[in-house]
């Protein structure tokens, strides 16, 4: 068949590369003057950054870890890494998860976290329901002691939002749960595991995440025209028009807010609701140091408190790879979530990194370079209405004859790796297409 992918993030040149090794002929678009969307590095001098924070390979598919690395080039040009993740909690570096690490907290704090544990277990095995805010959620699960120690002050941070108005459907996976036993163990100063299947992670050793999407594209076997926005996609009956040429089938992988104008036959409906699906935007700080003495051997570390800036999360970026800074320098990324409302300039800049002096990341005199990336889609916005909406937006995709998948492109909250497990099913569902010749519906476990 000859197939057009819309959007050249990891999810369209995964799929491509997936549906050429089958015999299609394909064509990704892509509106960026280079592939990569999310995934992308970028160079300055002899640093290289990734342009949405820090990305690392990890996974619990086995498949997909195993096709990640093979895309980086095999794992030898990789390097692996245990993790190693802290909280700066106040004055300590405290192990993330918080709950596996509650034991470095104060003997105060340990009290009240681990009694807010317990008391929110009792309450969970005596039939108090899950409820349907992140808020509530976090007390029902963590307990008081945890919210008001880590977990409210840091999601507020990274949502910017009253955590009453989040829903909790998302956290499945996504948010640590340490079992009561972990919580117990670490409280008495016997430091557990959390969040293992993260515990060890892999990095490119040269060119940044964005390598990853470049050993996609190279020998991929596909056409990828860049600089190319998608304007109008039709279908009548079976074919399929991309901008006046033919197609046999659409994929869509780009943000649905940014592809809905191109597709006419949308309900309105449907479209309002699309155009309600908003993100959580995300500014990146790249910054280069010079070193008198190595990183400590963090991996990043989380900054729940407002004292400390607006940074949420510093990657110790040159702890990835060698190669990620020059000799004798280091490098991090800050992370800086916001809601459409942040236009970062030079005196913003200053303000990021001297407060990440003040929480001893940095010394501010260190600092040979600041940059900053902002990615307008970077979280998705999971209020109370979310589910709901989003169901609808997909009930028309999925009957529309065209596929859509991807971080935005389905609104997913997914990493490259669930990207690339979701064009394997596509591949699989576009194998059923071409064995029958009907435009049957994509089944997404
Ligand atoms: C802070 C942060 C940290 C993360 N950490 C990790 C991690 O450690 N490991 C990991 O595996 N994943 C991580 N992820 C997730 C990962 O970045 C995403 O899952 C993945 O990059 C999504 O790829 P995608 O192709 O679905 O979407 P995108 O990367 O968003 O790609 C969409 C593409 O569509 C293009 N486009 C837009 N409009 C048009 C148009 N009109 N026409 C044509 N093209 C268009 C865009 O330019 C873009 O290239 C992280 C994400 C964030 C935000």
Known sequence: MKIAILG???SGVALARLLAADGHRVTVLEHAERPGGLCRSRRYGEFVFDEAGGHIVFSKDKPVLDWQLARCGGE??????????????????????????VGHLTKQAIVECVAGYVEAYVQRRTGAPCPPDFHGWIHWRMGDGFARHFMVPYNEKIWKCDLRAMSSGWVAGRVPEAPIEDVLKSA??????????????????????????????????????????????????????????????????????????AFPEMPADVRADVRALRPISLVNVMIGVRLDEPLPPHSWVYLPFPEQ????????????????????????????????????????????????????????EQVVLAEWCDNEYAYIDQDLAFAERIARVRR??????????????????????????????????VRAIAATGEPARPRFA
């Not at 245990?82 to 004055?91: E, G, L, M, Y």
């Not at 991309?242 to 807010?257: A, R, Y």
């Not at 596929?403 to 699989?428: K, L, P, W």
């Open 8 to 10: 050249g993030g990891i």
């Open 76 to 101: 030898a040009a990789t390097v692996r890494t245990q993790r190693c993740t802290k909280i700066r909690w106040h004055d300590r570096w405290v192990p993330y998860p918080f709950e596996n690490g």
């Open 188 to 261: 008495v100063g016997l430091d557990t595991e959390g969040y293992v299947h993260q515990s060890v992670f892999w990095f490119p050793r040269h060119g940044g995440f964005e390598t990853m999407v470049r050993g996609t594209v190279d020998g991929g076997g596909f056409e990828l025209q860049c600089g190319v926005a998608v304007r109008r996609v039709e279908r009548s009956g079976d074919r399929f028009r991309v901008d006046g040429t033919e197609f046999d089938l659409v994929v869509n992988t780009v943000p649905l807010p940014q592809i809905e104008g």
């Open 309 to 364: 800036g607006p940074t949420n999360r510093v990657t110790y970026f040159s702890n990835y790879s060698p190669h990620n800074a020059p000799a004798g320098h280091g490098s991090f990324l800050a992370e800086v979530t916001h809601r459409g409302e942040l236009r970062p300039d030079a005196a913003w800049l200053r303000g990021v990194v001297a407060a990440l002096g003040r929480a001893v990341f940095l010394r501010p």
């Open 396 to 429: 028309w995709w999925d009957h529309s004859g065209y596929i859509t998948f991807g971080r935005f492109g389905r609104y997913e909250y997914h990493n490259s790796d669930q990207c690339v497990r979701r064009a394997m099913q596509v591949q699989e569902h």
